[in-house]
């Protein structure tokens, strides 16, 4: 089982719609919970932060960690076709090094 | 101020040559990181250098792969004998803190190896 599962898509959506991405992890020593998002040919940037359980909010997008589920979850709300990227992933644990996802491809759809 | 620079951002080269990739980090940011991507895969961490710390190279596929970082600046990262399967996007990565996750990534360099 690998450390990191996610879908990659690719994934259609209507402009307007709420999209769910999703992750989930096998190592339950994991702390740091982030989502990256990577337009083509472009690096990835940090989009969201969490540490531990729980939720967060920023503008349209809400990050959510189940620890117990070892799930993860990015809601896009009001999704705009400038949302259209590559999602990824990524967890740690404490002083440890980042294991990330292999992305979801996402297309908002005008 | 400007974020991390790589060069080149594209790189085609013949197997069995040798490479060299760049990275110019954010300006105080003591921590460097280089990663390779695959199609279809994710980031694949490769080195992590902190400070004056010996670098972490935990990550390195084989000893074709080196890097440095001269003046706890600028990093190098060297494939040796390059193979096809080294074909990738090489991304370098910085951060400030002393945890891993605030990192900001270069654009990266696109390498093939034909």
């Known amino acids: 089982q690998k450390e990191v599962e996610q879908d990659p898509g690719p994934l259609s959506v209507p402009e307007g719609a709420i999209v769910s991405l999703n992750c989930t992890y096998s190592?339950?020593?994991?702390?740091?919970f982030m989502w990256y998002r990577q337009y083509s040919r472009k690096g990835p940037e940090l989009l969201m932060y969490?540490?531990?359980?729980g939720n967060k909010e920023d503008g349209r997008f809400t990050a959510q960690v189940d620890k117990s589920s070892k799930y993860i979850s990015l809601f896009i709300r009001d999704s705009q076709p400038s949302d259209s990227a590559t999602y990824l992933c990524?967890?740690?644990?404490?002083?440890?090094?980042?294991?990330f996802g292999k992305g979801t491809r996402l297309h908002i759809l005008p | 101020g400007a974020g991390v620079s790589q060069s080149p951002s594209n790189k085609v080269t013949e197997k069995g040559k040798d490479v060299e990739l760049r990275c110019d980090p954010i300006?105080?940011?003591?921590?460097l990181y280089w990663y390779r991507q695959s199609l279809g895969q994710g980031l694949e961490f490769l080195i992590y250098?902190?400070?004056?710390?010996?670098?972490?190279k935990s990550g390195l596929p084989s000893d074709r792969f080196s890097a440095e970082r001269t003046g706890g600046s600028v990093s190098t990262l060297t494939i040796q004998r390059t193979q096809q399967e080294d074909s990738a996007v090489y991304l370098c990565?910085?951060?400030?803190?002393?945890?891993?996750?605030?990192?900001?990534f270069g654009p990266g360099t696109r390498l093939l190896v034909l």
């Open positions: 990565a910085s951060s400030s803190g002393t945890f891993r996750e605030t990192q900001y």
């Open positions: 190592n339950s020593a994991f702390q740091y």
């Open positions: 969490t540490y531990s359980s």
């Open positions: 990524a967890m740690s644990a404490r002083d440890d090094k980042i294991i």
């Open positions: 300006s105080g940011h003591t921590a």
């Open positions: 250098f902190q400070g004056n710390s010996a670098p972490d």
